[in-house]
């Protein structure tokens, strides 16, 4: 028994031997080498881009990731903003003092020519960010070119902070400017149609058209479905001023729903906020649909309803939201 050991294991040194001596190579790796190659071929290529982007930056800055309607995370974006047919190099930066900004670039006979940079002033700098920009685009102005949507997220513990700008190209000045921005709306997220941009935050939703000038935002009224242990109030805006609301105390379970119903029609906005003493009065109400709050803590909330543009505030209604 022991000589058969022996001899096994002879053979099997001898045969590791052998295959080491021939160099045998696995035939799945074998048919992932163009793969490999061409990966490398563009690692090359964005390599040189980069490298040539970063010869008229300044050296402080940090380029971030970029992402469009395929989620896909990419280090530029390439869109033809000028239809010159050339496209023009999207790329987005946090600079030194960590604010975010977008750059965008134009390919001439020595590398690339800086045609629009910016860095956003935010409130909301310091808290936590994704690294990520969102890029789309979408012809919102009516002069046949593309625009840049440009948004972005910061984060606090139970909250986002959402921005977002739109930058283009005008055809008569010959030069990238600003056409709208909104910066540090909590609790906001934004959809991109075909002509114009809708932002909802904390309960409000507004839908952004230009209007010959400049984008003019108009308030999306929607009637929640109201359910039969729904609380609800009503509440009114008057062309003199005066704000009214049905209810400026109420009492909810952990839960329960609060509707917010505006019955008038004015063509004014408002603001509608939370506030509360304890900071994790955020917690308390959560934004779950249009002017539609669940409450899923037990706490007290003012709920600030700001009339006529949102600016009024000698006319604000306190709403008290206590729940158990």
């Known amino acids: 028994m022991r000589k058969n050991l022996v001899g096994l294991l ?27 190659i061409e990966a490398a071929e563009a690692d090359t290529s964005k390599l040189e881009v980069l490298s040539m982007v970063k ?19 990419m280090d530029w974006l390439e869109i033809d903003l000028t239809e010159d047919e050339r496209a023009e190099l999207i790329l987005g930066y946090r600079d030194k ?23 956003f002033d935010n409130y909301d700098y310091q808290l936590s960010f994704a690294e990520v920009i969102d890029i789309k685009t979408a012809p919102l102005i009516n002069n046949k070119l593309l625009q840049v949507v440009v948004s972005y997220n910061f984060y606090a513990p139970n909250y986002n902070s959402l921005s977002a700008h739109v930058i283009g190209y005008d055809p008569k000045e010959k030069v990238i400017k600003d056409y709208f921005s909104l910066q540090d ?40 479905e109201v359910n039969k242990n729904d609380v609800v109030i009503h509440y009114a805006m008057s062309k003199k001023g005066p704000l009214t609301v049905s209810e400026q105390e109420v009492l ?62 000698d006319n604000a209604k306190e709403i008290k939201v206590k729940v158990k």
């Not at 003092?97 to 001439?108: A, S």
């Not at 249009?290 to 309803?305: F, N």
Request: charged share 25%.
């Open 10 to 36: 002879v053979v099997c040194i001898v045969f590791m031997f052998s295959l080491s001596a021939c160099n045998i190579v696995d035939p799945v790796q074998t048919m992932k080498t163009p793969v490999i």
């Open 252 to 313: 909810l379970n952990v839960g329960q729903r609060l509707l917010l119903i505006r019955d008038d029609k004015l063509d004014l906005t408002e603001r509608i906020m939370q506030g509360g003493d304890d900071p994790s009065f955020v917690n308390i109400l959560d934004f779950t649909a249009e002017k539609v709050y669940t409450a899923q803590k037990s706490g007290i909330v003012q709920i600030t309803i700001v009339p006529n543009g949102g600016y009024d505030w």
């Open 185 to 224: 709306l909590p609790q906001a997220d934004m959809e991109v149609q075909s002509d114009h941009i809708i932002i909802s935050a904390m309960g409000i939703s507004k839908e952004y058209k230009w209007e010959g000038s400049k984008f003019i935002g108009k308030q999306i009224y929607e009637i929640p």
């Open 55 to 73: 010869e008229i930056l300044p050296a402080e800055i940090e380029l971030l990731k970029l992402t469009n309607l395929t989620e896909q995370k």
């Open 97 to 119: 003092d960590e604010k975010v900004g977008v750059i965008i670039l134009q390919k001439d006979e020595q590398g690339f020519k800086k045609l629009y940079m910016k860095a």
